[in-house]
Every structure is written in structure tokens, then in C-alpha cells.
């Protein structure tokens, strides 16, 4: 028997491909249209297993598309602009234009080895001036729409990649990319708007029935939507400052206010500008990053001023006001009153200033002789030592109350806020999208005219100097715009900027002279299916709505709103982790076990290895597998299908040698049934009806399946069609039908493993440039007998086999004669009935 050449099959299907791109449908717009797309990868010069799994998903998607006879787009495209290009081209004294490029080169033919169905000819790279030209003209778009505006403003400073990082991209105080400990710098930046969409963006999480719940819920929680209540604190200590405004989201709690604090950028902060110890104050407070989340982390400090404030509710009450570290002016009026008693940030400051602790919230459970104990109690509760407002239910009572209150004395008034901040988009580094604003000789701005896009970086650059490279660029930063001296911008465009509109360009990526086509968009968009990992839900997605609603805004030309209408959050690969004796990360390659319990290094095999837990691959754990070594040794298929079994594809999937191992032999088993379907020469003549139900019934199956992301119960009814058809052919007579229906599976079978599904085709003389996905006939899914459960109170009995034909009345009556049943049912009153057709019946009685 002919052992399957995986290599053979899939080199041949390859060059097949590219020259014919039997994979691509004819565009009619008659058809219905499916538009797959992946998050497109960072060129970092590899791909690895979180790529072949996310590229594989979309493929199996894609293929079974085109088979149901869908238009289906599914593109590919470089994330090519960013730090880690810089930082490589200056370690190897390569320009990253270069470094970026030879990646690509590599990657392409990397993915091209797993046979995916990508129509390159839509191949897009952020970093080709194809593609950034049109990015600067949509950046002048939305300037014109007042979407895009610069101003000075403290931001999170990453000290190794030296560069801007807006909140989003800052994870528990630390650069997303770097890992350093972000500070805080004043700097005069470019922002985005985002939050003028802050409503919309949030009502219509709602119309996204194809997202994930833990995605929306995790963009509902970062747009923050609050309602709380603005009050003017009256101030006493200072003939200029007769009162200061402030924001907060719970004023049924100013019975507990014990301080006010304003951020270091606080307008009031220009009458310490001379105070010496203020200035130190300010400058510690810049090791501080602008995110929630570092501030969190910090060690609260403050510096307390002479003024006093007075509380609204209890005219009597005066407390200090201080600067302080945690408190940022971009947030409601750069001011917050503290009730340490009910806030742990508020208690920290409290403990460290000696400050009055005032419980106003006891827990359900306690009386009024409640008091917090070593931390704040922030939970729900009662209202207590609060006067007029005590015993009020928090917070559905309470926080209304007050604000009535607040209102009716002319103190205060309800106001939403949004914890969505403005997406800063600067970023101090050679290797972005240049922004095409220049400056004339008195710094106005200048936008750069259409006609000079795109706007280029020099390629002649000195990676190593301090900051940014741009800035020494004095040839290339002069420009003449409409006869005036200018210089150009230096900064360059967040990396974010590009990925959030790409899903537009492939629509129409060949398209010169405008970054998309109206009527291909209108044809194309939205998305159907988009898939990337969930560590994205917040970044790239948000970003990615609020563009789509950015370019929508005044424009004639689309009102889309929604970039993707399905997402799909894909599982991390996962391997264990090994460590040497000095606590050094090895690579899986480097270890050998002959027990697979004890490990041992290749190159000294007498020291043993610690091996950790398994967890999701990483270049800095080292427990990475080289996707291009695995599909040279098993082929593509294997991998395909081992990458798809075992686990749903939302889950994580933990790597096995054994598992891609048993992947490959099971595609021999495949190969070898085809052989024997081949070699056959019997003729049959006997219509097999088990046969025409099996196929039929796989078919629905499949199609349900992949439908639904079942991947992973694809694979098992794989093996399950190789059981069944290998029993069947050890029968003398196989059917009529069977050539016919083993067709129809090589081609249900074909979006898994596509290579060889094509190769068996081909062999049976079917051309496979235009198959299509069977159709069922019912008929043939119809069962004639049905397993009915019996439940007396809800509780199973007993399960009948029941005919079809036996209506329900006859059905329920000869259930009560059972003598299992009867004997539960003697002398009982039966209630209710409830009957499930086909599958349940359950009597209630008393």
C-alpha cells in the first residue's frame, strides 16, 4: 500500500494555487459574501503556534465558504511599523525598512507551507507608502472633522522603548511592549477624540450578538460610563480661591469627607509654582504613570496646602486640601474629595496623612455601631452618621438621594461621566507613519497638502541617538507648504493607527488613488467573521470601532458603524516549561525524557531539567515549537489537524508531540483507505440506504459544526467517517451509492485537511477547482426511533424506544401501563404532564 507523501501532495497543491487561485471565488455580487479575517501578524521573522492556530481557524472557515458557494475574502497583511523593528535594526545595524521586508519574505512563505486560502494579491503592508498615503489622508479627514487635535499633556513615558504609550497599551503600570515601569512626562501630543463616541460606543456593545460576553463586558468596563453628581466646594485660606469644582460618582458619602485632593496639572497648582517643596513634590510625582493602574500601585504621597474645604452637607466640617499623586487632571475637573472609610485608595492616603477615618456605610449584616476596620469597606450597605441621609439603601437609594439634595440647595448636579480617555497617538520613534502636519515659523499648524502624501521617513538614519531619530533629521523636517518655510512633525503615528483600519484596505487593495472603493466597501464590509486573541478586546478592537466611526462621521460615502460583525477569541497553544540548574529557560528542543516524567539536557545528559507548569507559548519562556520545523516532519494536514482537535478553539490547547504524532498517523489510516477505495475493481449493484443515511447524517453534522466553531467535534466525526467506511468496505458488496457518497465526504472533509482531501479527489478523477459543499437529503435524517426519557417529579425513571408513528396520546397512556412506571404512579393524582416531542416526559404529582 502507497504511503501518503504529504511533502509531495502539498508542494503540488501550492504551486497549483498560485497559479491558477482555484481557491479564489469569481466575485458576483448576485452571491452572498463572506469577508474572514485574522488579526494580521507583527513580521517579526517566525511564525509560531498562536499563528498556525488562528490562520487555520479562519482557513477552515474560509474553505467552507467558498464550498457553500459564498464570495469569500480572505486577505492577508503586515503589521510592519514599530518599535521592535527599530530596536533590531539598531542591535544588527540594519535599517528596519530592510529588516522588516526580509521578515515578510520569510513569514509569507512560512504561512504559504500550511496551505491556507489567502488571496495575496490583496497582500498589504503598513509600512509601504501604498499604505500609509492614504492612512495621512484620513488623518487630515478626521482633522478637518475636529476628530484629531494637539495639545500639552502629561502621558505615559516608557523609559526603555522611550517613547508615548496611551492608557490602554500601559498593563499594571508597565510598558505593554518593554516591561518598564512607565513614568509620567509633559509633552505636547496628537490625540484622537475617541471620547466623543464614548456613548455610542458603549449602547452598541448591545447590537454585537456575534461577540463574545466577556469582550463586551471588558470594553463596557474601559468606557466606564458613571453617574454621579459635580459640586463647588466652597474654600477657605486664600483671598484668589473662593472655590473648586469636583466630580465624583458618590456623594451619599460626604458625611465621611475628610480631604480634598487636586492633581499636580490643577490650575490652582500656578500659585505654588515658587514653592520649593511643591516643585520637589511635583517631580516625584512624575515617576507616577497616567494610568488607573499604575496609580493603583503607587505609594500614595501628598503635599498639603493652607486651604480648607468646606462640606456642602455640614457647613461646620472643614477639611485639608493637598496635591496629591493619585489624582490626574484628565479626570472629571482634576479634583476628588476623599471618604477614606469607603475607598482604599482614600484610606491609604488617610493612614499616611492622620486623617479622620468616618464610617458612613455599614454592610447589610451589621448595626450602626459599624466601624471600618484595617481597610476600606466599598461594598453595598446602609447609610449611617450621615444625618439626613442615614439608613438609605446603597447605592439605589443613596447616590439619588443625594444628588437630589445637592441640586435642591443649588450645591451641586447629576452629570455622566466616562472612564474612556482621548487616544493619545504620538510616538517619539523613527519607524511610524509620519504625521503629515508641519509647523510654520510662529509653530502654527500646517497640514500637509494632499498632493505632497505620502510623506515619507528618510531613509538615510542614525538609529543611535538619544530620543527620537527624526529630530536630528534638520533636511528632511524643512519643507515649503503653499510658499512658506515650515518644519515638519517628528513624531510618528501609534502602531495602533494602522491596524485599525486595514479591514477597509483589503476591500479595495489595489486601489491607488483612494484607500477604499464605496461600492466595494458597501459589497465587502462589515466583516463577517474576525478572529484574533482576547488580549486585543480593549486595544485593538475598540480602536478599531471607533475608526470605522470616525471615517463614518459627515461622509456620504459610508454610514457603516460596526467594523466586525462576528468575532471569534481563539485559545492559546500551550507547552510546558523547562529550567536549568541555574534557573535558565530552555527551549523543548534542548530537553530529552526517556520516562516522560524525569527530564534531562541534550547536551549534558546527566543534569536533570525542573520541568514547570504548561503555559501559553512565549519567546521569553522559551516553550515555543517551530511551526516550520512541524510541518516539514508531519506536513500540513497533521498539523491542521492536530491544532483543531482535542480542545473547543476558544480554549486553550496544551502541545503534545504524542498528539501531532498520533495527527499524522491517523492521516495515514486516511491515505490508506483511500487506497483500497482506489485499488478497488468490484462492481456493485445494490443501493445501500446505511451508507446514503451515515454520509447524509455526517454531512448536517459537519455543517452544524463548523458553524458553530465545533472544530474540535469535526475531528472526532473524521475519525468517526474513517471507522465507519473502513468497516463498510471490508463488506462484499459496498453499494451502487458508495463512489458516489465517499465523494461527497472527501469533499466535507476537505476544509480540515484540504491537501489531502484535493489529492484523493483527483485520484477519482473529480476536478477540484469547483466543488461544492453536498447537499442533505433529509429524508434521509429523519428517525424512525426515539429514545423518550420518563421523569416522575423531575426525577428520570426510565428511557423508552419509541416508534415515530405512535401519536402522543397513545404514547403517554401505554407509559402509565408500564409496570416500572405504574408503580410510581398507583394511588398518586397526576398534576401536570409535560411533554417534550421526541424526547422527555415528566408526570407531576403530589
Known sequence: MERYNFKLVEDKWQRFWDKNKSFKSEID?????????????????????????????????SRYKTLKGFNVLHPMGWDSFGMPAENAAKQNNLNP????????????????????????????????????????????????????YRKESYVNWDPIDKTVLANEQVIDGKGWRSGAIVERKKLNQWFFKISHFSEELLNSLETLKNWPDKVKTMQKNWIGKSYGCEIDFKIEGSENIKSIKCYTTRPDTLFGFSFLALSVDHPLSKYYEDNDDFQKFKKECSKTGTTEESIAQATKIGFKTELTAINPFEKGSKVPVFFANFVLMDYGFGAVFGCPAHDQRDFDFAKKYDLEIKTVVRPIDKDDTYKVGNEAYSGTGVIINSKFLNNLNVPDE???????????????????????????????????????????????????????LPVKLPEDINLNTNGNPLDSQEKWKEVEINGKKCKRETDTLDTFVDSSWYYLRFCSAQNIKEPFNKNE????????????????????????????????????????????????????????????????????????????????L?????????????????????????????????????????????????????????????S??????????????????????NFDNELEKFTNQIIKKLSDDLNRFGFNVTIASIHKIHSFLNQ?????????????????????????????????????????EAIEWPEVDQKYLEQEIFNIVTQINGKKRKVFSISKSVDKKTLIENIKKDEQIKKYLDNKQIIKTIYIENKLINFIIN
Open 602 to 662: 541534550n547536551n549534558n545528559p546527566t543534569e536533570k531539567v525542573t520541568v514547570g507548569p504548561s503555559e501559553s507559548m512565549s519567546k521569553s519562556k522559551k516553550n515555543t515549537i517551530d511551526p516550520e520545523k512541524i510541518i516539514k516532519m508531519y506536513g500540513a494536514d497533521a498539523v491542521r489537524l492536530f491544532i483543531l482537535s482535542d480542545s473547543p478553539p476558544e480554549k486553550d490547547i496544551q502541545w503534545s508531540d504524542t498528539g501531532i504524532s498520533a
Open 664 to 685: 499524522f498517523k491517523f492521516l495515514q489510516k486516511l491515505w490508506s483507505l483511500n487506497e483500497k477505495v482506489i485499488n478497488n475493481k468490484k462492481k456493485f449493484s
Open 521 to 600: 466597501l458597501d459589497y465587502w464590509m462589515p466583516v463577517d467573521q474576525y478572529i484574533g486573541g482576547v488580549e486585543h478586546a480593549i486595544l485593538h478592537l475598540l480602536y478599531s470601532r471607533f475608526f470605522m466611526r470616525a471615517i463614518s462621521l459627515d461622509n456620504k460615502d459610508t454610514t457603516l458603524e460596526e467594523p466586525f460583525e462576528g468575532l471569534f477569541t481563539q485559545g492559546m497553544v500551550c507547552h510546558e516549561t523547562y529550567k536549568d540548574k541555574d534557573n535558565n529557560w530552555i527551549y523543548p528542543d534542548d530537553v530529552f525524557s526517556k520516562d516522560g516524567k524525569n527530564y534531562f
Open 398 to 452: 443613596s447616590i439619588n438621594e443625594a444628588i437630589k439634595i445637592l441640586e435642591d440647595k443649588k450645591l451641586g448636579k447629576r452629570k455622566t461621566n466616562f472612564r474612556l480617555k482621548d487616544w493619545g497617538i504620538s510616538r517619539q520613534r523613527y519607524w511610524g507613519c509620519p504625521i503629515p502636519i508641519a509647523y510654520d515659523e510662529n509653530n502654527n499648524v500646517v497640514k500637509v497638502p494632499e498632493d505632497h
Open 29 to 61: 455580487k448576485n452571491k452572498k459574501k463572506f469577508y474572514c479575517l485574522e488579526m494580521f501578524p507583527y513580521p517579526s521573522g517566525k511564525i509560531h503556534m498562536g499563528h498556525v492556530r488562528n490562520y487555520t481557524i479562519g482557513d477552515v472557515l
Open 728 to 768: 463498510h468496505t471490508n463488506k462484499e458488496d459496498w453499494g451502487s451509492n458508495f463512489h458516489k457518497n465517499y465523494i461527497n465526504i472527501l469533499k466535507v472533509i476537505n476544509p480540515i485537511i484540504p491537501h489531502f482531501s484535493n489529492e484523493c479527489l483527483e485520484k477519482l478523477k473529480i476536478s477540484t
Open 97 to 148: 525598512k530592510t529588516w522588516t521586508e526580509t521578515n515578510i519574505k520569510v513569514m509569507k512563505s512560512q504561512l504559504k507551507m500550511l496551505g491556507l486560502s489567502i488571496d495575496w494579491d490583496r497582500e498589504i503592508s503598513t509600512c509601504s507608502p501604498e499604505y500609509f498615503k492614504h492612512q495621512q489622508k484620513i488623518f487630515l479627514d478626521l482633522y478637518d472633522k475636529g476628530l484629531v
